[in-house]
């Protein structure tokens, strides 16, 4: 069974840091792991992805801020979000690919998602 398991969202100001964990069971490290972020007001949009390869790919707006990372031994997924913005208040969900090793960032792309952990940055 699949499971992924997020963790670390929570309330700071502007210029502070989170890291987001994720927690995987069930699931190959071949596969392709990624953070996408949603607001009641946007659709779903990716903000990091990894694959096996160590190949990463940033949304544009995180860029220089925001880093991915993976324990092979912890089989664990991170999101460390350094100098946070109000814009980037949304839930932040991990996920998970099977069927690409590209480092993608279309949503259609992955199948297993976790519950999701909100982040709420205050000016």
């Known amino acids: 069974q699949v499971q992924l398991v997020e963790s670390g969202g929570g309330s700071v100001q502007t210029g502070g840091s989170l890291r987001l964990s994720c927690a995987v069971s069930?699931?190959?490290?071949?596969?392709?792991m990624g953070w996408f972020r949603q607001t009641p007001e946007k659709e779903r949009e990716g903000v990091a992805t990894?694959?096996?390869?160590?190949?990463?790919r940033y949304a544009d707006s995180v860029k220089g801020r925001f880093t991915i990372s993976h324990d092979n031994a912890k089989n664990t997924l991170y999101l460390q979000m350094n100098s946070l913005k109000p814009d980037d208040t949304a839930m932040y969900y991990c996920?998970?690919?099977?069927?690409?090793?590209?480092?993608?960032?279309?949503?259609?792309?992955?199948?297993?998602w976790g519950q999701g952990t909100q982040v709420t940055v205050s000016s």
């Open positions: 996920a998970a690919s099977s069927r690409y090793s590209i480092v993608t960032m279309w949503k259609g792309a992955f199948e297993y």
């Open positions: 069930g699931i190959s490290s071949r596969y392709t």
């Open positions: 990894i694959n096996s390869g160590g190949g990463i």
